[in-house]
């Protein structure tokens, strides 16, 4: 499995892989009012994998190419690991081949990706190999003067 990090700004990167992982991001309107899992407004290491992960195998049955052996297991744990990271503050986006993250200050985005890269191998692909092929860092904006009348910065 091929691996692609996206660096953004502010500390976030983007995780974009070859292979097609299971829906795992959720708000909080996904979920009753007496039932929100999450401490904050996304995945992180303090919400309710349990909660989480039965949504989690509802929404993924028979809806993509990954077929689980044990679904409720492998996407919990999945998440433990994922969330638990280190310098994965949360996961705060997904699309079907590629993880969001918020990162701690002064840690190394391609470590995490290739951390992220493991952790999909371990609970989905145990049979492929990682390799991070690419880097792409969103340049950083300078601003010179004050914003011209009318601009948005």
């Given at each position: 499995?091929k691996?692609y990090?996206t ?22 309107l ?11 407004c ?9 909660t989480v992960?039965s949504?989690a ?9 990954l077929?689980?052996t044990n679904p409720y297991?492998?996407?919990?744990s999945?998440l433990?690991?994922l969330t638990?990271?280190p310098?994965?503050?949360s996961l705060?986006d997904?699309?079907r081949?590629s ?15 290739l ?7 371990r609970?989905f ?5 990682i390799t991070?092929?690419?880097v792409f ?13 009318g601009?948005?910065?």
């Amino acid at each position: 499995m091929k691996i692609y990090l996206t660096e953004h700004r502010r500390g976030s990167c983007t995780v974009h892989m070859t292979q097609e992982i299971p829906w795992l991001t959720f708000c909080q309107l996904d979920f009753h009012s007496d039932v929100n899992p999450y401490v904050s407004c996304f995945a992180d290491k303090f919400m309710d994998f349990d909660t989480v992960a039965s949504k989690a195998v509802a929404v993924n049955a028979g809806r993509n190419e990954l077929e689980m052996t044990n679904p409720y297991d492998q996407i919990r744990s999945f998440l433990v690991d994922l969330t638990h990271i280190p310098g994965v503050e949360s996961l705060v986006d997904q699309t079907r081949y590629s993880l969001s993250f918020e990162i701690a200050l002064g840690f190394d985005p391609r470590k995490i990706a290739l951390e992220v890269g493991d952790c999909v191998k371990r609970h989905f692909y145990p049979r492929v190999q990682i390799t991070l092929e690419q880097v792409f860092v969103e340049p950083v904006e300078e601003m010179t003067g004050p914003p011209a009348p009318g601009s948005r910065r």
